[in-house]
């Protein structure tokens, strides 16, 4: 199910918002607005939020499943991971009604996936969840990281 979710919101529903999106808009226009638009709203706000309420109220799932850890310890870290993925989650899903809010999630989950999947990467043995967070994580950052490159250098 982890599986299913997490490329759902990191590569489905960005591209199908995306393609349906673009062939409303005349022909020859700029595409790269329409990615930072529905990857914002998916991958940084619509997962973000949902593994960060996860991560709230079921902290264990992060600490066990992801990070294999079998202490109660990482609980309350993870609990406070999760209210900051649901704070940056919120702002992204609000980006639809405040599209000034796109650039600046876009720059501030793109750092987050960014640092996630590095450590992620560093980690000598993974589990398979840690592995589909490292490979999607990694890839939100350079979809966003292009995004904010195209914005300012067009």
Not at 7 to 23: N, Q
Not at 55 to 67: D, S
Not at 91 to 114: D, H, N, T
């Amino acid at each position: 199910m982890y599986l299913v979710s997490v490329l759902a919101l990191m590569l489905v529903l960005p591209a199908g918002s995306i393609v349906a999106d673009y062939l409303s808009l005349p022909a020859g226009a700029a595409i790269m607005p329409l990615v930072g638009k529905w990857f914002v709203f998916w991958s940084a706000g619509v997962r973000l939020m949902l593994a960060g309420i996860r991560q709230y109220f079921q902290p264990e799932f992060t600490a066990h499943e992801i990070f294999e850890m079998k202490s109660a310890e990482a609980l309350p870290v993870v609990r406070e991971l999760g209210v900051a993925n649901f704070s940056i989650g919120t702002v992204g899903v609000l980006s639809l009604l405040a599209p000034s809010f796109v650039l600046p999630v876009a720059i501030a989950a793109g750092i987050f996936y960014g640092v996630a999947g590095v450590r992620h990467a560093m980690q000598p043995a993974r589990s398979r969840n840690e592995t589909v967070a490292m490979v999607t994580d990694l890839f939100a950052f350079f979809v966003l990281a292009a995004f904010v490159a195209w914005t300012y250098f067009g």
